[in-house]
């Protein structure tokens, strides 16, 4: 069967943004086994959101720091997008980035409010069912 060209799109842009947060995540890509990684961050529980905070702090918003304000837009825009997504697209991406911390599902779906709140992405207001 063929894709339409909205599905095409679709992928497209989803390769857009996790080539956007390659480029984020840059500082720990290959570094869930580097001791030097782990020593600097030291022990980040993923569910735990001060700790997850201070990894990103320590080496996530300074690298992001570093980019150019187009690249630092579009990766707040992409991060905007997942925010209203599903969070199926960020744990994918999060699963196969073998971060320094944080390797199962909950555990990306933790980190992403996290994440978004450290680099001033707005998160949609959820309702909570009672």
Known sequence: MRKTAKQRLAER???????????LFDPWIGGADNAAT????????????????RAINTDIVPAMAQMT??????????LTVLARSDGEEFR???LDL???F???????????PVLA????VRLPETSTGG
């Open 69 to 78: 304000r187009e690249t630092r837009d579009r990766i707040r825009t992409a």
């Open 13 to 23: 842009e989803a390769r857009a943004r996790s080539e956007l947060l390659d480029s």
């Open 102 to 112: 944080g390797t199962t599902e909950a555990e990306a779906d933790a980190i992403f």
């Open 98 to 100: 073998r971060p320094p």
């Open 38 to 53: 782990l020593a600097r961050l030291g022990a980040v529980d993923p569910l735990d959101a001060a700790q997850v905070n």
């Open 92 to 94: 994918a991406y999060w």
């Open 117 to 120: 709140k450290s680099l001033g």
